[in-house]
């Protein structure tokens, strides 16, 4: 089971506890990034996981291929060279304050690399999977077409293709991503994104629904899902579902479709920790759940459960190992301790 | 808009996290005060606000001057002497084992200054509004006496006067307090207390109502506030309502009353950060409602929200801007991270 | 009230808030273990408590000393020597991920201490109480022996002897436990313990309970009750009922037997801080309401009461005054501050 | 005494201690850049400081300016926009291993900043003095621009200019600085620099000597002075001596040219706690001792001593207070406890 | 060897490292006070140590009760009750920056307890020695009659009394100091103090000595210390000399007198970690010598070893034993690790 | 460039700072252990290295094999197993207070590994050197017959090999260690180890030398070394030479010797950041620099610069990287920032 994935790596610079960024006088500094997350997840759970990207030629850079390999992953194709690393700086919630993020992300490394920075053809001989998220292709016009060309080579060695949509408001308009992103669906094979990326990413209104809102219309994902199976064709659709109790608690599922059942997972309601991450980990799940040959819906309750716990972990990576994960999916939500 | 607040401001000395004062091998110190937090948070929504006090001439003192200036409230009629400043060690509670405070305030600058350490005429002479709370009077008679010529100095410069009555029972007793604070009710034009309050510091019994509840008895606070302006004729009473479900978690709503209409805000459930600083916080969003010409129901819920964020947020400052509150207020309460 | 507890002393290294054992660049330090909570609660409620150890002739060793020291409890007849200090590596679960214990006390100077160690007829000449947790006998057959030489002592001086049976099953298994506990319980005059311990440690079984569950079958609990006094004539059992909803909120009550009334205390819901030390806080809280006469339902109360507490608090000892538990006792869950 | 200050603010993430950023997982935030530490400098004298740049409308912009209003600078004239601040990550270093600097800075909010951004007329007004450093030219041609057009406009509001050369090799190369840089000295009136400076910004070397070594030439240091006191006829030089005999202990002291008389100052045997802000805060002390009439070598005395202190104080803002100064001046190295 | 201190004990709040007080969001507490310190020290050293204050009843009282009881100081004659702690706010210099001590320390429980707070028949009944210093007398005049009556007491039991000028200018004057401690002197064994406190307290000048200076003029001591022998016939006399290099590196060394021989004791060259507590470390040590018949050298020499380590760790305690002294001693200076 | 190395891996748990661990509330958590460093070092310069030893199945061993793979080190050797892992709490000395180790690794997985443990053939197939200390064989019977077919199948597949004496004497005895250690000498290349071990481990005798001295006797060296060579052959020798002035300054060089010529290097006093790790840094520089080729001189520069560099660096693991050994090696010791 060999998967790459490809996006930029980022420095989240965090407040003690739930300090607001005003006062901080020091942050916590917690390496990531969507496919980041994807690939430590896989390593963790036994998957050999290879993760390009472009990194600055410094101590920031340098720090960031040891914290991947020290989670198993393959850093071999990471090209060096370029400005910066991104950055953001971000603000814990609480209850009814939000969560803040500020990127400081642009002309980073990743963000104008090109293409030629990399060596596919070495990248993908050995693949099974190819996963990347909306992001990616967000940050730059290059990192869009460098996701093309990764697309297509994937394709050209056989690897499956996951995406997963991840539209992002503060990186570009609905207008600029479906430009984008529509062209490169016909390369994906398993696509992942809830109801609002659904929209503006790749033009579905799902009716009934508000990511606002804590209430789920789970049939209104269904309909989507279906239109989208239809246009695309891809194998598997999934989404998580996140009812935003308060920026403390949330409820945590996700639905699946394999084009022909729908699948609707436990529910988790969570007290957070760090909801960071949730969406790499639960795609992360997915991704080894199909590869495992798991069906529909352990896949589903693997990818949900493995996600959950991410949330109740500080940073952006998911530090579970797959014992915990199989232990939550059979009922173990009490908490108790093991001794 | 030009506000003037008065009072005494402290050092909060908090454990790390939950920790109790008993096992604090460190401090947390936050600068706060009633009045200060008042002028803190009116200057943060644009205001141009002073604040008025006596601090000592050492680093301690200094520093709570450059506290104050950095969130942009004038200093400059801030009185320089007196022997320290007051403190408080305060350990955050958590479930059902409350929050502490152990006050070392007495001999501060401020208890032992009299009306001559402040250039009245000079202080009001530009300013629309005067507010204090029911805890300056209370720390000296020096105090009290400072509190009533400042009153009486705004209204001779036409600054309307609001008070937020805070009673606090480690200060003085009912009979003290109603002693020094029914006189000075003749100045006063808006005024802030809960039922407890109003019966310590006025006299005035609210009926089927305990403050160590989280049940609310709204009608007899309508009763109360009736009774409350018909004595001292005031334009506006305002009480926040605190429904103490445990050290953990609150309800926070609002009455408000202009002598005509009662108005019943929303009701945030709160899983508290901080208390500390909640009320000043209402207090100071119920001033600047007022002054923009908000009319009831819009003050009461611009308070409330201003007054709810405070909680997420460690520290006696509300450091929110006048834009997240407006957020909160417009039904944004998912907590949901924008990104 | 003279009471002797016995039992091996620990250092619990923890992570700072949340993060897990592989994020921990650093780790918080408690002193701790079960019968050293006991003696600590008891001097805080006035006792004269006694414990007796064996600790390594190191830093380590000489500060457990000053931990108990500080609490006021009589150190004297603890024994100085063997090779280390019990160690243990705690992560703070959250929500649906468990805490997670990691021991590493093998080999500790009190696991390899003999009764030869100790001068029993010193430490129980002036004793009326002596309590031990089914953990001690747990870690050594040596301290296995040193416990029943122990309690043969107690009984010689007169002292009740009481025994909370706490399973460990990274100690032990049931077959272990009940070949050494089964025999001892001929000393015991109190016994504690959940069903699970009932049944791993004696040999009980209570049906239509899951210790892993939030439900509770207190008729259950009342049958396993009847059948141990009657097998081994307890004149007090009781077991804290913990409703494990996650690792972040519990219920917390007990039930209290004398032979002839069942008392079922009032339940708590706690926000956990820590819950390490609740049952031991429960013991201490018993031991205390049996000696000052409180009678079954006050003694249940307090001692739930006084457990409650605990696990608001963080670290090990239960660091609350009598008061504080009186106060909670009386009704006082608002967690209002008093000031 | 009214100064007026341009340049970029940045924020300095420096790990805890000793620690290198690769082992930093948090890092402490200070908020400084060169001139605005003179800003802070000169209104911690009891100067009036105006600090002129451009934020942009976060969060860390915010901040910023509330870092220099704690200060007493004047903020009114710091124009908002841009994309975001600059940032260095920086690492202490100790002994043999040097202090290491990571600039993120590129892109900032003023280095994309236009001189049509500053209300120049309304910055010069009423002002006695600017101040820039080399630094800000540096970081763009807009900001070299910037820079001339503010020289400009102090010259015509009969401001004295004063400049701190501060070549910074990761920003420009000799060349590029030369060329910027000799044009703008028609305006200056008093150059600080060491030799350093002198030679890649305006083409003086000096002979025999070393920056990167601890023995000291002075007369090499004069001849070079006199050289630039010819070509650009400015009123006063002045250059600090660092000798760098680790990363822990420097030897630091000045040397100052009226065009009549050197005045070479003591030396302070400095074992250091951050050095950064060092020439800063001797520019400062400089630009304060011209203004104050103090003469040569009072003038000298007061900056070596002030800058002396800032580098026994973590951060960038000179925290000394003009008493501390005068203190260090008379004699009073011994550290000794004043109680 | 049953040794009596009395005296105040203070909080001492230290910003983290060397950070100013301004700069300090958080202070690390210690627990300290002259005659505790001594009181510690001897208890460490094996000695029967007892502890006279008047403490608040609030959980910083109790706390400080807690750490004397840790360091295993019997604190059963301590009375409770009064306002408050005394505080002290104290800032680590570095280098040429002296450190700095905010004192909030008056109106503490001590400075307002009499005579009769005390039962100093059943204190002194069993003592040996009586330790104080003259700090304590210089709090208040309530305080200075409290020592009277107890050195009075202790002459009445047969105890050794001991006394450490100890002058605080902060305290009170010269004048006010001779007038309080001159007749006090009647009852002093041992006579501890350097040649400013000699000055200041006692009147006598000792010539060119200058206590800001690194220089030493021993000979200078020795006619003082001639001298106050003549006058007061004290046993013993001794002195620290401290040589000031900077905030950061002082010498180290001692005289002592017994009206025979004098002894001027080694050296240290100490890397300061908290000069604090160095005084009273050295009293405890030349108490402890003189309690145990060392002779002269002997005392001085573990006397000024106890302090020199004193100084060395952080915070006020003399957290060191007496093998460690010994080792010290004995010239083991080189910080070599055993291992 | 092929090293493997093999040992136990450690976690040093640290208090914050300057503490003692008597007053350690939390400890800092640094993986380390001597060869574990050297692999890392090597890593670092460019080579490939393995590690080998046995890691307990739990968080703390996982978390090892991350901080190993974080710096590339190849891990794919180690054995999975065992009861605990080895630990040492050790306090960081000053001035003239020792550091202190307080060893608890007793009983760990690699003390109870046996050889079986191990597939030697495939750890050594392709492998150029072989490094051990002679902490590993103290250690237990096991480990030294670990050790010893270690070296029997490194010479088997061709490998050199080194040893660094390392003599531990809270490990063993010196009778004990020369009758384990001189049989080893057969298969040893390269021997490493101070006077000190050449004494306690091989017995030779160097004259007019004392470790605990700052004072070298580079003369006594020489003729020990040369009767080293006559003995047991060794291509090299080397042996750091430290200065121990005091815990905090050290001098720091290095002799070496082939059989041919000595070289005796440049001295560093370093201001000691933490002083762990030096000796293994070295003997990683060394081995580095023979099998670069670098010559006698040029191999002892390199390696006394590395591992004077890792003295400035908290933790056990020298985290600098080649160019920074170039840089200081080139006399760049100013500590002057570069930016």
Same mark, same amino acid.
């Not at 539209?167 to 991503?177: F, G, I, V």
């Given at each position: 089971?060999?998967?790459?994935?490809?996006?930029?790596?980022?420095?989240?610079?965090?407040?003690?506890?739930?300090?607001?960024?005003?006062?901080?006088?020091?942050?916590?500094a917690y390496y990531g990034g969507d496919e980041s997350i994807v690939a430590a997840s896989l390593a963790r759970f036994g998957a050999e996981s290879?993760?390009?990207?472009?990194?600055?030629d410094n101590p920031l850079g340098r720090n960031a291929v040891r914290k991947l390999r020290a989670q198993g992953v393959d850093t071999s194709f990471i090209a060096v060279g370029g400005e910066r690393m991104g950055l953001n700086f971000y603000e814990n919630g609480a209850s009814m304050r939000p969560s803040y993020v500020l990127y400081d992300r642009k002309?980073?490394?990743?963000?104008?690399?090109?293409?030629?920075?990399?060596?596919?053809?070495?990248?993908?001989?050995?693949?099974?999977? !190819?996963?990347?998220? /909306?992001? =990616?292709?967000?940050? @730059?016009?290059? &990192?869009?077409?460098?996701?093309?060309? *990764?697309?297509?080579?994937?394709?050209?060695?056989?690897?499956?293709?996951?995406?997963?949509?991840?539209?992002?408001?503060?990186?570009?308009?609905?207008?600029?991503?479906?430009?984008?992103?529509?062209?490169?669906?016909?390369?994906?094979?398993?696509?992942?994104?809830?109801?609002?990326?659904?929209?503006?990413?790749?033009?579905?209104?799902?009716?009934n629904t508000d990511v606002n809102k804590a209430a789920l219309d789970v049939e209104?994902?269904?309909?989507?899902?279906?239109?989208?199976?239809?246009?695309?064709? !891809?194998?598997?659709? /999934?989404? =998580?579902?996140?009812? @935003?109790?308060? &920026?403390?608690?949330?409820?945590?599922? *996700?639905?699946?479709?394999?084009?022909?059942?729908f699948y609707h997972t436990s529910t988790y309601d969570i007290r957070l920790v760090d909801r960071g991450g949730g969406g790499a980990s639960f795609a992360a799940g997915m991704i080894y759940g199909i590869l495992s040959g798991f069906g529909l819906a352990k896949t589903g309750e693997f990818a949900v459960a493995a996600s959950a716990l991410k949330q109740t972990v500080r940073g952006d990576f998911n530090l579970t190992d797959i014992g915990e994960v199989y232990s939550l999916m059979s009922g173990n939500t009490s908490g108790r301790v093991q001794r």
């Amino acid at each position: 089971m060999r998967v790459v994935t490809l996006g930029e790596m980022m420095i989240r610079l965090m407040p003690k506890g739930n300090l607001r960024i005003e006062q901080a006088e020091e942050f916590e500094a917690y390496y990531g990034g969507d496919e980041s997350i994807v690939a430590a997840s896989l390593a963790r759970f036994g998957a050999e996981s290879r993760y390009v990207t472009k990194l600055p030629d410094n101590p920031l850079g340098r720090n960031a291929v040891r914290k991947l390999r020290a989670q198993g992953v393959d850093t071999s194709f990471i090209a060096v060279g370029g400005e910066r690393m991104g950055l953001n700086f971000y603000e814990n919630g609480a209850s009814m304050r939000p969560s803040y993020v500020l990127y400081d992300r642009k002309h980073s490394a990743m963000a104008e690399a090109t293409p030629d920075d990399f060596d596919f053809d070495g990248i993908f001989r050995d693949a099974d999977w !190819f996963h990347v998220a /909306g992001i =990616t292709p967000a940050i @730059s016009d290059n &990192a869009a077409q460098t996701v093309k060309v *990764a697309m297509q080579t994937a394709k050209k060695y056989g690897a499956k293709v996951s995406v997963d949509l991840n539209y992002r408001s503060k990186l570009w308009s609905p207008e600029k991503a479906q430009s984008v992103m529509i062209p490169l669906m016909q390369y994906v094979d398993v696509c992942i994104g809830n109801e609002e990326d659904a929209e503006k990413v790749l033009g579905f209104r799902t009716e009934n629904t508000d990511v606002n809102k804590a209430a789920l219309d789970v049939e209104g994902y269904r309909k989507t899902f279906r239109a989208m199976k239809e246009k695309f064709g !891809f194998s598997y659709i /999934g989404s =998580t579902l996140r009812q @935003s109790y308060s &920026a403390s608690d949330n409820g945590w599922s *996700a639905l699946l479709y394999d084009g022909k059942e729908f699948y609707h997972t436990s529910t988790y309601d969570i007290r957070l920790v760090d909801r960071g991450g949730g969406g790499a980990s639960f795609a992360a799940g997915m991704i080894y759940g199909i590869l495992s040959g798991f069906g529909l819906a352990k896949t589903g309750e693997f990818a949900v459960a493995a996600s959950a716990l991410k949330q109740t972990v500080r940073g952006d990576f998911n530090l579970t190992d797959i014992g915990e994960v199989y232990s939550l999916m059979s009922g173990n939500t009490s908490g108790r301790v093991q001794r």
